[in-house]
C-alpha cells in the first residue's frame, strides 16, 4: 500500500508543481506559449478527424498542402490519442487548457518511469522519490513543456531503462520484453523525432554499463548471466517495435527528403544553434548564460549533494570503489553527450555528422541534454541515500563523527565555492549571458539573474545547517531535518528556474466546440487563402506561406523563382497572377489550361482565362477531405485539370475510374491531363500500408 501510494504521489506532484498551467481561469493561470499553439492545432484536427473514425493523412491548409501522418509534430500514432478521441467525443471538443493537461501528463508519466526505472536498480524507494519529484519538474522538463509531444516522448524512456534493467534478471523473460516493445513504440509514436533520436545515445551506453557492472558483480550480482541472451532478448524487442513503426519512421524520412534543410548534409543547419563549454556550466550553475533551448538546471541543493558525494568517493576511494567506478563512468558519459552538443567545436560531433546516420538531418543540439535528466536523478537519488546513511551510521557516533562531519563539510564548502564563483563569473560576462538572457526575460516571467546566486548563498547556508542539526540531535529520523529541507529549497530554486519557461500571462482558451474538419475543407473551396507563414487552420481560411525548415523544397522553389522573375514592369501583373494561382483572391484551387509547361504564372493564368471562356461547361465538387478530392468537370477540348495543392510522391489521380499520371505544375503543384467531354477527376493520398 505504502508504495502505491508513492508511485501515486510522483504522478500528483508535476501537476501540483505546474499547477498554473493546470487551473484555468484564475488570475494565477498562464497559457504555454511559442509553438504550443501549432501543436495544439494539429491535435485538434486529428481529433475531429478520429471522432468520425477517418485517419488523417494530408494537412490541406499547411504551406499549401503538407503530409500529417508522417509529421512527426502531429502524433499520428500516438496510442494515447485514442484516449483523447473519446474525451473530445463526450466532452463537445478539445481546449487549448486540455491539451495543456495533457502536456502536463507526459511529465506524470515520465516520473512513474523513472521511479520504477530507479527501484529496479535496487534504489531505495524514499530516497527513489524526492530525487524523481526534483527531476522531473527540472527546468529542462518544463522547457520542453512547449513540445507536447516532446514530453511524450521523452516520457516513455525511463520505461526502455527499467525494461533493459528487468531484463537482465533471469526470473522475467516475458515482462521486461513487453515492457521494452511498448514504451519503444509509445516513445517513437509520440511525435518528437530529436528526442526519440537522442535516446541512442543513452539506451546504448545504459545496456552496455549494466552488463559490465553485472560481469563485475558491482551493485549488481545475477548468478550465470548470459550475455548472449541478454542481448538476444534486447534485440528482439526493440526490432519488434521498429518493426511496427516502420512506415511511420520510413513516411517521416520521405516527408524530411522533401524539406531542404531537412535532407542532411547540411552542416550551417545542423550547427545554426550554438551550445558551448560555458552554456553547459551555466546550464548546471546559472540557466541565464546558457541557450533556454540547453538548460537543464537541477538546483543548487541537489548539485551540492551529488557533486559533494561523488568528491567524497574520490577521497576515500579504497572504501567506496564501486561507488566511485559507477560515478566516474557516469562522468565521462555526461562530458561525452555535452561535447558532443558543442557542435562544430567538437572534433567528435564533427565524426558523427559524417558518419552516423541521421545525425546530419538534426540541429539544436543543445537539446540532446534532455538525455542526462533521467541518469542525474539516478546519480542524486544514490547522493541522498548515502549522505543518510552517513547521518544515520556514522554522525551519531561521536567518537567518529566529528572527522567524517568535518570531512563532509570541507567537501561541501568546497564544492559550493567552485559554484558562486561561476555563477559570478557569468553574471559579469555579459558576453556570455546576453546571448539568452534578453530573450529569457521576456518569456521567464519575474526571472531575476541575480536570484539565482542568492538562492544559492541560502540554499548552501542552510543546507549546511540542517547537516549540522542532523549530527548534532541525537533522535529517531534524524535523516528527515537534512531531507525536508534539501526537498523544500531546491523545489523554490527550481520554480525560479523553470516554472515559467515559454509561458503567457493571458487567458487560457476552455472553450470546447466539434470543428467538423471535413466541412471546413469544403468551405475553404470558397474562402481566400492567407499568403503569410502559418501552420495548419482550425478555420476555412488556408495558408500558403513557407518555412526553411519545414516546408516543402518544391514549393520555396517555385516562390523563390517567381521573386526572381518580378520586374518593375510586370510586378502588379505577376502578383496579381500569383495571388489568383494560389487563391489568395478568392481560394479557388483549380485551374484548366490548354498546357501546363507555361514559362511564367502570368501566362498560366491568362491560359486559364482564356480555357474557360471557350471549352469549360461545367465544375463541381463532389467530395473534398482534405485527403482525396472528386470533382466532375465537363469540357469542349482536351486539356490539363491544375489541382493547387503540393505534389507528394502518394499521391494518386484517376480520370474516369483510370489511374492517371499526375504531372507536376510549377515543379509543386498537381495536374492530370483530362479529355473532351466529361471527367470524373478524383486525387488521393495513398501512403504505403494504406
Same mark, same amino acid.
Given at each position: 500500500m505504502k508504495t502505491i501510494l508513492l508511485y501515486?504521489?510522483?504522478?500528483?506532484?508535476?501537476?501540483?508543481?505546474?499547477?498554473?498551467?493546470?487551473?484555468?481561469?484564475?488570475?494565477?493561470?498562464?497559457?504555454?506559449?511559442?509553438?504550443?499553439?501549432?501543436?495544439?492545432?494539429l491535435k485538434v484536427y486529428q481529433l475531429d478527424k478520429l471522432s468520425n473514425f477517418i485517419f488523417p493523412l494530408w494537412s490541406p491548409s499547411e504551406s499549401c498542402g503538407y503530409p500529417f501522418y508522417s509529421n512527426p509534430h502531429?502524433?499520428?500514432?500516438?496510442?494515447?490519442?485514442?484516449?483523447?478521441?473519446?474525451?473530445?467525443?463526450?466532452?463537445?471538443?478539445?481546449?487549448?487548457?486540455?491539451?495543456?493537461?495533457?502536456?502536463?501528463?507526459?511529465?506524470?508519466?515520465?516520473?512513474?518511469?523513472?521511479?520504477?526505472?530507479?527501484?529496479?536498480?535496487?534504489?531505495?524507494?524514499?530516497?527513489?522519490?524526492?530525487?524523481?519529484?526534483?527531476?522531473?519538474?527540472?527546468?529542462?522538463?518544463?522547457?520542453?513543456?512547449r513540445f507536447p509531444n516532446a514530453v511524450h516522448t521523452v516520457a516513455w524512456i525511463p520505461f526502455i531503462l527499467y525494461g533493459c534493467t528487468v531484463a537482465a534478471s533471469k526470473k522475467n523473460k516475458i515482462f521486461p520484453a513487453v515492457i521494452?516493445?511498448?514504451s519503444t513504440i509509445l516513445m517513437i509514436s509520440a511525435g518528437y523525432s530529436y528526442n526519440a533520436y537522442h535516446s541512442i545515445f543513452l539506451i546504448i551506453p545504459y545496456v552496455l554499463l549494466l552488463v559490465f557492472l553485472i560481469r563485475k558483480n558491482i551493485c549488481f550480482k545475477i548468478p550465470n548471466f548470459s550475455i548472449t541472451g541478454y542481448f538476444i532478448k534486447l534485440l528482439i524487442s526493440f526490432s519488434s517495435a521498429v518493426i511496427i513503426c516502420y512506415p511511420y519512421i520510413k513516411g517521416i524520412l520521405g516527408q524530411m527528403n522533401n524539406v531542404a534543410f531537412r535532407k542532411g548534409k547540411d552542416f550551417e543547419f545542423s550547427t545554426f544553434y550554438k551550445f558551448s563549454f560555458e552554456d553547459t556550466i551555466g546550464s548546471l550553475v546559472y540557466p541565464p548564460a546558457a541557450p533556454i533551448e540547453g538548460w537543464y538546471y537541477f538546483g543548487i541543493a541537489s548539485l551540492l549533494i551529488v557533486s559533494a558525494v561523488f568528491i567524497y568517493f574520490i577521497l576515500n576511494k579504497t572504501e567506496y570503489r564501486n561507488e566511485l567506478i559507477i560515478f566516474s563512468i557516469i562522468?565521462?558519459?555526461?562530458?561525452?553527450?555535452?561535447?558532443?552538443?558543442?557542435?562544430?567545436?567538437?572534433?567528435?560531433?564533427?565524426?558523427?555528422?559524417?558518419?552516423f546516420p541521421g545525425f546530419s538531418r538534426l540541429r539544436v543540439w543543445g537539446r540532446m541534454n534532455v538525455i542526462l535528466v533521467p541518469v542525474y536523478c539516478f546519480m542524486l537519488a544514490y547522493s541522498i541515500k548515502f549522505i543518510s546513511k552517513l547521518i544515520e551510521n556514522k554522525f551519531s557516533d561521536l567518537k567518529t563523527g566529528r572527522s567524517i562531519f568535518l570531512k563532509t563539510i570541507v567537501v561541501f564548502v568546497s564544492v559550493y565555492l567552485i559554484i558562486i564563483s561561476a555563477q559570478i563569473y557569468l553574471l559579469k560576462t555579459t558576453e556570455v549571458q546576453q546571448q539568452t538572457i534578453n530573450y529569457t526575460k521576456n518569456l521567464n516571467m519575474g526571472l531575476n539573474e541575480s536570484?539565482?546566486?542568492? =538562492?544559492?548563498?541560502?540554499?548552501?547556508?542552510?543546507?549546511?545547517?540542517?547537516?549540522?542539526?542532523?549530527?548534532?540531535?541525537?533522535?529517531?529520523?534524524?535523516?528527515?531535518?537534512?531531507?525536508?529541507?534539501?526537498?523544500?529549497?531546491?523545489?523554490?530554486?527550481?520554480?525560479?528556474?523553470?516554472?515559467?519557461?515559454?509561458?503567457?500571462?493571458?487567458?487560457?482558451?476552455?472553450?470546447?466546440? =466539434?470543428?467538423?474538419?471535413?466541412?471546413?475543407?469544403?468551405?475553404?473551396?470558397?474562402?481566400?487563402?492567407?499568403?503569410?507563414?502559418?501552420? =495548419?487552420?482550425?478555420?476555412?481560411?488556408?495558408?500558403?506561406?513557407?518555412?526553411?525548415?519545414?516546408?516543402?523544397?518544391?514549393?520555396?522553389?517555385?516562390?523563390?523563382?517567381?521573386?526572381?522573375?518580378?520586374?518593375?514592369?510586370?510586378?502588379?501583373?505577376?502578383?496579381m497572377s500569383l495571388n489568383e494561382l494560389t487563391g489568395v483572391n478568392d481560394g479557388k484551387r483549380f485551374f484548366l489550361t490548354e498546357k501546363i509547361n507555361t514559362g511564367s504564372v502570368?501566362?498560366?493564368?491568362?491560359?486559364?482565362?482564356?480555357?474557360?471562356?471557350?471549352?469549360?461547361?461545367?465544375?463541381?465538387?463532389?467530395?473534398?477531405?482534405?485527403?482525396?478530392?472528386?470533382?466532375?468537370?465537363?469540357?469542349?477540348?482536351?486539356?490539363?485539370?491544375?489541382?493547387?495543392?503540393?505534389?507528394?510522391?502518394?499521391?494518386?489521380?484517376?480520370?474516369?475510374?483510370?489511374?492517371t499520371e499526375i504531372e507536376k505544375l510549377f515543379g509543386t503543384f498537381k495536374s492530370v491531363k483530362i479529355g473532351k467531354g466529361s471527367n470524373s477527376i478524383e486525387f488521393k493520398y495513398c501512403p504505403d500500408f494504406f
Amino acid at each position: 500500500m505504502k508504495t502505491i501510494l508513492l508511485y501515486a504521489a510522483v504522478f500528483i506532484w508535476p501537476f501540483i508543481y505546474c499547477f498554473r498551467f493546470v487551473i484555468s481561469g484564475e488570475s494565477f493561470s498562464l497559457t504555454i506559449s511559442n509553438d504550443f499553439y501549432y501543436l495544439y492545432d494539429l491535435k485538434v484536427y486529428q481529433l475531429d478527424k478520429l471522432s468520425n473514425f477517418i485517419f488523417p493523412l494530408w494537412s490541406p491548409s499547411e504551406s499549401c498542402g503538407y503530409p500529417f501522418y508522417s509529421n512527426p509534430h502531429a502524433q499520428a500514432f500516438y496510442p494515447l490519442n485514442l484516449l483523447l478521441t473519446i474525451f473530445y467525443k463526450i466532452a463537445g471538443g478539445y481546449s487549448y487548457a486540455d491539451h495543456q493537461k495533457f502536456t502536463v501528463l507526459g511529465l506524470s508519466i515520465f516520473s512513474v518511469g523513472l521511479l520504477a526505472w530507479l527501484r529496479s536498480l535496487n534504489v531505495n524507494i524514499i530516497y527513489a522519490v524526492i530525487a524523481v519529484c526534483l527531476v522531473s519538474v527540472s527546468s529542462k522538463m518544463t522547457e520542453i513543456l512547449r513540445f507536447p509531444n516532446a514530453v511524450h516522448t521523452v516520457a516513455w524512456i525511463p520505461f526502455i531503462l527499467y525494461g533493459c534493467t528487468v531484463a537482465a534478471s533471469k526470473k522475467n523473460k516475458i515482462f521486461p520484453a513487453v515492457i521494452i516493445f511498448l514504451s519503444t513504440i509509445l516513445m517513437i509514436s509520440a511525435g518528437y523525432s530529436y528526442n526519440a533520436y537522442h535516446s541512442i545515445f543513452l539506451i546504448i551506453p545504459y545496456v552496455l554499463l549494466l552488463v559490465f557492472l553485472i560481469r563485475k558483480n558491482i551493485c549488481f550480482k545475477i548468478p550465470n548471466f548470459s550475455i548472449t541472451g541478454y542481448f538476444i532478448k534486447l534485440l528482439i524487442s526493440f526490432s519488434s517495435a521498429v518493426i511496427i513503426c516502420y512506415p511511420y519512421i520510413k513516411g517521416i524520412l520521405g516527408q524530411m527528403n522533401n524539406v531542404a534543410f531537412r535532407k542532411g548534409k547540411d552542416f550551417e543547419f545542423s550547427t545554426f544553434y550554438k551550445f558551448s563549454f560555458e552554456d553547459t556550466i551555466g546550464s548546471l550553475v546559472y540557466p541565464p548564460a546558457a541557450p533556454i533551448e540547453g538548460w537543464y538546471y537541477f538546483g543548487i541543493a541537489s548539485l551540492l549533494i551529488v557533486s559533494a558525494v561523488f568528491i567524497y568517493f574520490i577521497l576515500n576511494k579504497t572504501e567506496y570503489r564501486n561507488e566511485l567506478i559507477i560515478f566516474s563512468i557516469i562522468f565521462v558519459w555526461y562530458c561525452i553527450i555535452s561535447y558532443i552538443t558543442y557542435g562544430e567545436n567538437s572534433f567528435l560531433f564533427k565524426i558523427l555528422w559524417d558518419y552516423f546516420p541521421g545525425f546530419s538531418r538534426l540541429r539544436v543540439w543543445g537539446r540532446m541534454n534532455v538525455i542526462l535528466v533521467p541518469v542525474y536523478c539516478f546519480m542524486l537519488a544514490y547522493s541522498i541515500k548515502f549522505i543518510s546513511k552517513l547521518i544515520e551510521n556514522k554522525f551519531s557516533d561521536l567518537k567518529t563523527g566529528r572527522s567524517i562531519f568535518l570531512k563532509t563539510i570541507v567537501v561541501f564548502v568546497s564544492v559550493y565555492l567552485i559554484i558562486i564563483s561561476a555563477q559570478i563569473y557569468l553574471l559579469k560576462t555579459t558576453e556570455v549571458q546576453q546571448q539568452t538572457i534578453n530573450y529569457t526575460k521576456n518569456l521567464n516571467m519575474g526571472l531575476n539573474e541575480s536570484s539565482f546566486i542568492v =538562492i544559492g548563498v541560502i540554499t548552501f547556508a542552510l543546507t549546511l545547517i540542517s547537516l549540522f542539526i542532523s549530527w548534532k540531535i541525537n533522535i529517531k529520523n534524524t535523516v528527515s531535518f537534512f531531507i525536508i529541507p534539501v526537498f523544500i529549497l531546491n523545489s523554490i530554486d527550481l520554480y525560479n528556474a523553470g516554472s515559467l519557461q515559454w509561458a503567457a500571462k493571458i487567458k487560457t482558451n476552455t472553450e470546447r466546440k =466539434i470543428l467538423n474538419i471535413d466541412e471546413i475543407n469544403m468551405q475553404s473551396l470558397n474562402t481566400p487563402r492567407n499568403d503569410k507563414l502559418s501552420m =495548419i487552420s482550425l478555420t476555412p481560411v488556408f495558408n500558403t506561406g513557407y518555412a526553411d525548415e519545414w516546408s516543402f523544397e518544391s514549393l520555396k522553389f517555385f516562390l523563390d523563382n517567381f521573386d526572381n522573375s518580378i520586374t518593375e514592369e510586370n510586378m502588379e501583373k505577376s502578383l496579381m497572377s500569383l495571388n489568383e494561382l494560389t487563391g489568395v483572391n478568392d481560394g479557388k484551387r483549380f485551374f484548366l489550361t490548354e498546357k501546363i509547361n507555361t514559362g511564367s504564372v502570368i501566362e498560366f493564368i491568362d491560359d486559364s482565362h482564356k480555357f474557360d471562356s471557350l471549352n469549360l461547361t461545367d465544375l463541381k465538387v463532389e467530395k473534398y477531405n482534405g485527403d482525396e478530392l472528386i470533382c466532375n468537370v465537363t469540357v469542349k477540348s482536351d486539356g490539363y485539370f491544375s489541382f493547387i495543392d503540393n505534389w507528394d510522391p502518394n499521391w494518386k489521380a484517376f480520370v474516369n475510374g483510370q489511374e492517371t499520371e499526375i504531372e507536376k505544375l510549377f515543379g509543386t503543384f498537381k495536374s492530370v491531363k483530362i479529355g473532351k467531354g466529361s471527367n470524373s477527376i478524383e486525387f488521393k493520398y495513398c501512403p504505403d500500408f494504406f
